[in-house]
């Protein structure tokens, strides 16, 4: 199988390659629009700023490459939040595959950490991408949520209810980190290689 990994100015990737390298797939890591569009899965990972992020995807026309994709694609963590419409980190325009804000969190409590960091469990969870996959617990790492919303097809809890993953046509993406999320994380990325 084909499978290509976006490069852009974003970290976390090698964490990504290594955790498909234990799945048996050897990616590409690659912003050719071509060598994108041929693949047969698409991830779209990172970790960093949404502004910083769009306005290097934005240079090389890589958000337009992103939303033309047919094939099922993957955004994880700030990949996901950049699929959204909007971002308030950075107040910026995303790619707009998903119909929803991006927020910061808020604490109420004393307790309320920002960044949400740890592990953390997933209920609700619908979709193929989801399966085998309700209550277990997965690793996060964020100071931005996407809120419910009519795309969401898993919840997470912290501080309250929020989009732990999303699905809306060929276009999937995750709040969490699977390639940090041991044996729960490596089933979703299995589910995602069999879409």
């Known amino acids: 199988m084909n499978v290509a990994i976006v490069k852009y100015n974003a970290g976390n990737i090698y964490s990504v390659v290594n955790a498909l390298s ?66 308030e980190e950075g107040d910026v325009d995303c790619i707009g595959i998903f119909n929803a804000e991006v927020k910061r969190f808020c604490p109420i409590r004393h307790e309320d950490k920002v960044p949400c960091m740890g592990w ?21 790492v964020h100071s931005y949520y996407v809120p419910l919303c009519e795309e969401t097809i898993a919840t997470a809890d912290y501080i309250h209810p929020y989009s732990a993953a999303l699905h809306k046509d060929n276009f999937y993406a995750t709040q969490f980190h699977p390639e940090k999320s041991g044996s729960v994380g490596e089933q979703i990325l299995k589910n995602f290689l069999s879409l």
Do not use: W
Not at 120 to 140: A, H, Q, W
């Open 22 to 87: 234990r799945l048996g797939i050897d990616p590409i890591l690659t912003d050719d629009a071509e060598a994108l569009q041929k693949a047969d899965r698409v991830l779209f990972p990172g970790q960093g700023e949404a502004r910083g992020a769009m306005e290097y995807l934005k240079a090389r026309k890589l958000d337009e490459v992103i939303c033309s994709l047919k094939q099922p694609v993957l955004g994880i963590c700030v990949g996901q939040q950049l699929l959204c419409k909007h971002s």
């Open 120 to 140: 953390n469990r997933l209920f609700n969870t619908t979709s193929p991408l989801m399966k085998g996959i309700e209550g277990n617990y997965v690793y996060f």
